[in-house]
């Protein structure tokens, strides 16, 4: 069943469109993170769903029922947005009563709905406590509580965590993946970390200039993208790219020649057929080039370290390879002075190949 539906939603300031003719179905008990640089349209996609935004043109349906021009108390969500927004005057316990109390709800409905939000965010002991006394963490989940005693069907999330510190982002990345798994409640969830994006959702929005440009499972996002902005915009370090064009191996296969090198595509799985003289662009995430080892398989190729990066569980080396600079990812406890001369084998069956021209995946 579709939770959120979006129908050829146009949104405009002036002679500027922001979105145009955006369609998106979310299903039922989805978690679906939008994800792209700032300005790209995905919080304000967000704050058209949530009624925030007048829309210019379309029509918004959660649950079935056409929303909108509804207001956004009249739209069954709750939203958590980047700033934790609490009543400094109010203890915790106050901050998730208030809008209830505000809805003429009754004390022992009220009651019960702030200490299962307080049980479920591990927020008990800071009940009587003011948002002063509290951690940004802290207060993060008495934001994410003050939604969640609405006990709506659908969660907003724009962006809660970016004013957090790292292990911060980590610790509530987790709890509010716990949360979801919990409820089975619709969330939709704005951000610009691709580590968040990856970890909670069940699907990805990619968005650029208020285009969806790939909607899939991450795992599809990550190792099939659509397109080279995608391709470029997930992973890190990202995609290396080679430009070249089509041409044949030495036992006669479709192969890419880049900076004079010839890359076999066997093993790659085309949409289409390749022709020869085609102006493509090879991409090979970093993880999927192995360096110096034995017994490999496929095609062998030297390149020359230029820069590695410690990062601990694993090293980042910087190649110079047939005219490019690449990236390579290799385990912690290899190291690779500047100079040295390594052999490097593609796992051709994870690359992308794309048009050179349209920059679309082939």
């Given at each position: 069943m579709t939770s959120v539906s979006v129908k050829d939603l146009r949104l405009s300031f002036g002679q500027v469109t922001v979105l145009d003719q955006l369609n998106l179905d979310i299903q039922e008990g989805e978690f679906l993170v939008l994800l792209g640089s700032s300005g790209c349209g995905k919080s304000t996609l967000l704050n058209c769903i949530a009624g925030l935004l007048d829309i210019t043109d379309g029509q918004i349906f959660i649950?079935?029922?056409?929303?909108?021009?509804?207001?956004?108390k009249d739209r069954g969500i709750g939203m958590v947005f980047q700033s934790y927004a609490l009543y400094p005057q109010m203890t915790v316990e106050k901050n998730l009563s208030f809008g209830l109390k505000?809805?003429?709800?009754?004390?022992?409905?009220?009651?019960?709905?702030?200490?299962?939000?307080?049980?479920?965010l591990q927020i008990g002991p800071l009940l009587k406590r003011k948002p002063s006394e509290l951690s940004g963490g802290q207060r993060q989940r008495v934001a994410i509580g003050r939604a969640l005693v609405r006990d709506v069907d659908v969660f907003l999330f724009d962006e809660p965590l970016s004013n957090l510190d790292a292990k911060l982002r980590s610790e509530l990345r987790v709890e509010i993946k716990r949360l979801h798994q919990s409820l089975k409640n619709t969330m939709i969830y704005v951000t610009h970390d691709q580590i968040e994006a990856l970890t909670l959702a069940d699907r990805i929005a990619i968005m650029k200039g208020g285009v969806i440009q790939q909607l899939a499972d991450p795992n599809t996002i990550y190792n099939a993208p659509k397109n080279m902005f995608v391709a470029g915009f997930i992973g890190s370090p990202s995609m290396n790219f080679l430009r070249g064009e089509i041409a044949a191996d030495a036992a006669g296969r479709p192969a890419v020649v880049a900076g004079g090198v010839t890359f076999s595509l066997d093993g790659y799985h085309a949409g289409e057929?390749?022709?020869?003289?085609?102006?493509?662009?090879?991409?090979?995430?970093?993880?999927?080039?192995?360096?110096?080892?034995?017994?490999?398989?496929?095609?062998?190729h030297e390149a020359t370290v230029d820069i590695e990066e410690p990062m601990g569980a694993d090293n980042l080396l910087w190649l110079k390879h047939?005219?490019?600079?690449?990236?390579?990812?290799?385990?912690?406890?290899?190291?690779?002075?500047?100079g040295t001369r390594v052999r490097l084998t593609f796992d051709m069956t994870l690359a992308s190949l794309f048009d050179a021209e349209s920059e679309e995946r082939i």
């Open positions: 649950n079935g029922r056409n929303v909108t021009w509804d207001e956004p505000v809805a003429k709800m009754p004390q022992g409905e009220i009651d019960k709905r702030v200490a299962r939000a307080a049980e479920i057929t390749l022709v020869p003289g085609r102006k493509v662009v090879l991409g090979v995430r970093p993880e999927h080039v192995k360096v110096d080892e034995p017994g490999g398989t496929g095609e062998v047939a005219g490019h600079t690449m990236a390579v990812r290799t385990a912690g406890s290899r190291r690779f002075s500047p």
